[in-house]
């Protein structure tokens, strides 16, 4: 991973068998980052997404592997710091895959920007939704 920040924002470079989840965890954690939004795109060969069942209280991942175009990455650093990421892909027949993003290895690069809000953010366990969900101090 490189990045470099111009202002209030962090652009960052992935390069092959890097991990998005990991080197963002790292980025918050290195830079300190407490709240920000983040978006992207790139070329990834093996992610793990998933969706909640609200019923079972967890998620069902989802794991796929081939070439794949990110179409979207989207989401949210909270304190902690907590990264909150969601990501579609396709395939080469533009078929496209999508949800709760755990892991995502690259395979080319990809290029993400990370734009810091000024403020705090935290999270709490809510049980009756079985998730972790944001909190305004």
Known sequence: MEYRQFSDTYIVRLDPGEDIVEQLARLAKDEGLCLAEINGLGAVDDFTVGVFD???????????RGAYEIVSLHGTITDGPYLHLHMSAGDGDGNVRGG??????ISVT?????????????RYFDGAQGLNVMTFD
């Open 54 to 64: 609200r019923n079972e209280k967890r998620f069902v991942p989802n794991r796929f």
């Open 100 to 105: 709760h993003l755990t892991h995502a290895r």
């Open 110 to 122: 990809a290029e993400i920007v990370v734009r810091v809000i000024e403020g705090r953010v935290g």
